[in-house]
């Protein structure tokens, strides 16, 4: 079937199911109500999980502390989470919140808090299952914690999504669950709240958000407009946004609309009525749970070099895409596809964000390694990634060269 022909049949919105629970507070000094929302929610003794100490400095911590107190509400802290969150470490995390006896799990911090705390919330609910054994799909989830956070980062959209994703270090191994007993309680968004963030993390985060809405927007055979407009729109604010928060950091409205679109983009809206991809995402992982790199990073390193190997199996809807997101007005359909592909990448530049793995600055890699990530992305070539064009462990080794 060639491009114009895919494009004939487009149009066709699938059946789906959209369950977005989160209670939303977005803006300045909403982290005050947290106690409240706490107790609301059914909260009375409180496990709270952030990171590597963002938090402490900042001063956050403590305002929620004092808003639990306020509340009379018991809490216990538990910090230390590091990005790419590991499991070993969320295990950690269920045995001292089973000793403390909670009853809500408290993320203060990014996507590697919140997945922790719904990796314990998990893990304090079922206390017969190891994570290891939640996150190999023994068990099939029918009841956890509840969990709610204090978002400090827009990125992995996790304070509204229905997934948590952990990295085994014996493994080396770093994926999700989904499970809508992933969709926290509440989520206070406070754009305040984002004005420390590190340069680079602010990009990491565009990037990422980017990528939720993109990995749900190359799927062949659909075509549904409403979906569409709302990811193209969620691409464009992003776009925009990015470049005026990393040139100030503290511009209010530009970080309160990367951080908003960091949860639409996310929590499903972007994608709804068609299939969802998430290979760049595969990806992605294999190299984050090899190198530890930042997951927005990851992500852009290889985007550029999928998109090249994909699109010519549909070009329309990568022509699509670089007229309505990047107002292209080239006429001839290749051209528009690939000047699309083209922009995006030198976008990712412009954000000084790796566009291949020598910019990832992960050292010399081997043809072994390169291997090894393909089998790793493919979970040893028993799946196959990509739904515009189907990508074997063979395919996945030639984007990552
Ligand atoms: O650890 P601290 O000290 O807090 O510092 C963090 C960390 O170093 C720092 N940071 C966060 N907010 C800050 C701040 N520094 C200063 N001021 C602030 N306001 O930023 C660094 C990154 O934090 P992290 O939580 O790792 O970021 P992000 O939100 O990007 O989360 C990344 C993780 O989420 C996973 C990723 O794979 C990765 O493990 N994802 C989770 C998803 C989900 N649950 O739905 C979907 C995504 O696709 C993604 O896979
Ligand atoms: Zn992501």
């Known amino acids: 079937m060639n491009g114009s022909d895919f494009f004939k049949e487009r149009g066709k919105m699938q ?31 409180v496990f709270i999980v952030y990171g590597g100490g963002s938090v402490k400095k900042s001063g956050l911590l403590a305002q929620v502390e004092e808003a639990l107190e306020k509340e009379g509400l018991a809490y216990e802290e538990f910090g230390g989470v590091k990005p ?7 295990q950690e995390g269920v045995e001292k919140a089973i000793e403390f006896g909670a009853d809500f799990l408290l993320a203060v911090g990014g996507g590697s808090s919140i997945d922790t705390a719904k990796a314990i919330a998990h893990g304090v ?50 994926g999700g669950i989904s499970t809508s007993l992933n969709r926290p309680k509440f989520a206070i968004m406070n754009p305040v709240l984002t004005y420390t963030l590190p340069k680079y993390q602010i990009a990491c985060g565009i990037v990422d958000i980017m990528m939720h809405t ?25 776009i925009e946004n990015g470049k005026k928060g990393l040139e100030n950091p503290t511009d209010y ?15 499903g809206l972007t994608g709804l009525g068609r299939a969802k991809d998430f290979s760049v995402h595969k990806l992605g992982h294999a190299l984050g749970a090899k190198y530890d790199k930042a997951h927005g990073a990851t992500l852009s390193a290889v985007w550029g070099s999928w998109a090249e190997y994909v699109y ?17 007005e080239e006429e001839d359909v290749a051209k528009a596809a690939k000047e699309g592909i083209r922009r995006t990448v030198e976008y990712f ?31 040893n070539d028993t799946v196959k990634l990509s739904k515009i064009k189907e990508l074997t462990a063979e395919d996945v080794y030639q984007i990552f060269r």
């Not at 530049?349 to 043809?367: A, C, D, Q």
């Open 214 to 238: 993109l990995e749900r927007y190359f799927i062949p055979n659909t075509r549904n407009q409403i979906t569409d407009e709302i990811a193209e729109g969620v691409l464009r604010v992003v």
């Open 15 to 45: 059946k789906f199911i959209q369950y977005t629970p989160t209670e939303i507070l977005f803006g300045k000094n909403t982290q005050a109500e947290v106690g409240k929302e706490v107790k609301k929610w059914g909260g009375s003794r």
């Open 84 to 90: 790419n969150p590991r499991m070993a470490y969320a």
């Open 253 to 267: 409205d530009a970080m309160s609309e990367i951080m908003w679109a960091g949860s639409l983009s996310h929590n």
């Open 349 to 379: 530049r412009e954000i000084h964000m790796p566009t291949n793995l020598k910019e990832l600055e992960i050292g010399e890699v081997s043809e072994e390694d390169l291997r090894e990530l393909s089998m790793a992305a493919t979970l």
């Open 312 to 328: 010519k199996n549909d070009e329309e809807r990568f022509a699509h895409y670089a007229k309505k997101v990047w107002g292209v």
């Open 125 to 174: 609910a079922n206390p017969d299952w190891s994570l290891e054994e939640i996150w190999g799909g023994e068990i099939i989830l029918t009841r956890s914690t509840p969990v709610g956070c204090v978002l400090t980062i827009a990125a992995a959209g996790s304070e509204t999504s229905d997934s948590a994703v952990l990295t085994n270090e014996e493994t080396r191994k770093k």
